[in-house]
């Protein structure tokens, strides 16, 4: 079964730095786009970054552009967003997302409900 488990998010002061992990089970990972969502209180749930089974990477949010990166171990079946420079408003909670379906599996999309996801890792930015 199909199970991805978020961690990393923590309290950090604006200006820090976080490196969430999104490890999965029951699958390979690198076969799949794995995209990392986030949403903050009271928000639509946002697409932050993604990257394709072939390994190239998209982002979705402007305001993160120069600050996340996406990257993948396909060793430890693990991907990990790395956020630097964050501010107040990156606060939310952080889902990582495999793209369900197998025709179209490794291909990144912004539509959140093509993707399974984990339960989330609350990530807090403040002095």
């Known amino acids: 079964q199909l199970q991805l488990v978020e961690s990393g998010g923590d309290l950090v002061q604006p200006g820090g730095s976080l490196r969430l992990s999104c490890a999965a089970s029951?699958?390979?990972?690198?076969?799949?786009?794995i995209s990392w969502f986030r949403q903050a209180p009271g928000k639509e749930r946002e697409g932050v970054l993604c990257?394709?089974?072939?390994?190239?990477?998209?982002t979705y949010a402007d305001s993160v552009k120069g600050r996340f990166t996406i990257s993948r171990d396909s060793a430890k079946n693990t991907v990990y967003l790395q956020m630097n420079s964050l501010k107040p408003e990156d606060t939310g909670v952080y889902y990582c997302?495999?793209?369900?379906?197998?025709?179209?599996?490794?291909?990144?999309?912004?539509?959140?409900?093509?993707?399974?996801w984990g339960q989330g890792t609350q990530v807090t930015v403040s002095s």
């Open positions: 990257i394709s089974s072939g390994g190239g990477t998209t």
């Open positions: 997302g495999a793209r369900k379906g197998q025709l179209f599996r490794g291909l990144c999309t912004l539509q959140g409900g093509l993707y399974s």
């Open positions: 029951g699958f390979t990972l690198e076969n799949y786009a």
